[in-house]
């Protein structure tokens, strides 16, 4: 699989596939904070650790700029309660 992209200006991760392109999209909310909103993986491409890849690299990236991350989108959820180790990322409501 290439390597996941950051779209800065478009807020989103991606990825281009044979398939089709995959994507994460977040929106910047509050000071610091991004809300990871959509994950779109082609249905040919799903199953093969597309949507895995791109969870990662927004943790990676919310982690290097010292940001947390509100998982709106389902699938960012799911995996995250699947990794719980990765928890302490999410913002907490005040």
């Not at 991004?34 to 982690?63: E, F, K, W």
């Amino acid at each position: 699989m290439p390597p996941i992209q950051h779209d800065a200006a478009d807020r989103r991760f991606y990825v281009r596939l044979p398939e089709g392109e995959a994507y994460l999209s977040y929106e910047e909310v509050g000071d610091g904070t991004l809300d990871l909103r959509h994950t779109i993986v082609p249905g040919p491409a799903q199953g093969r650790g597309v949507g895995d890849s791109l969870v990662r690299a927004a943790l990676d990236y919310a982690r290097e700029q010292g940001a947390r991350i509100v998982p709106s989108c389902p699938f960012v959820q799911a995996w995250l309660d699947d990794h719980p180790d990765e928890q302490d990322l999410v913002a907490r409501a005040a």
